[in-house]
């Protein structure tokens, strides 16, 4: 319905202010390195306002996005589409998937997200787990995040 499609698109606006506003003060801190800030989003922090944001925060310079992508259960705003998105999502992104995800199918949402992130190929990877939605295997997710977050944000 329309009142949920714009309850949906005023979350998104929230989150991407939360978002600014934690990075702001990131930036307001002499300990921390806010030229090397990483995402890692799971289920809706890997879809909708989760990444959508990432298309929008300059200051993100590595993904990770576990069990997320495009929603194909029911229309949208526009405003929260990440078909919308996706294209300018071009930081280096690493997708955790489950390939029997019920929530975000692998073939039809999962995959066909990774397909249209604007990410040079070089610098986007989707790794895909006999699991599936909240079910991927928490040891080696740990390993492909850190290793990730080490190759493009440093140790």
């Not at 929530?103 to 995959?111: A, D, F, L, R, T």
Request: aromatic share 10%; proline share 6%; no cysteine.
């Amino acid at each position: 319905t329309g009142d949920a499609m714009d309850r949906e698109r005023r979350l998104s606006l929230q989150w991407q202010h939360d978002l600014s506003t934690t990075i702001d003060y990131i930036e307001s801190l002499p300990d921390m390195n806010a030229q090397q800030i990483g995402y890692f989003g799971i289920s809706r922090g890997a879809s909708f306002a989760g990444v959508i944001n990432l298309a929008l925060e300059p200051r993100i310079r590595a993904v990770v996005l576990a069990s997320g992508g495009i929603w194909i259960h029911s229309p949208l705003h526009p405003m929260v589409d990440l078909i919308n998105y996706a294209p300018r999502i071009t930081v280096p992104v690493l997708m955790l998937s489950g390939r029997y995800d019920h929530i975000y199918p692998y073939e039809q949402s999962q995959k066909r997200t990774f397909e249209l992130l604007g990410t040079p190929a070089g610098s986007k990877q989707q790794i895909a787990y006999d699991t599936g939605h909240f079910t991927l295997p928490p040891n080696r997710v740990a390993a492909d995040v850190t290793d990730w977050f080490d190759r493009y944000l440093g140790r």
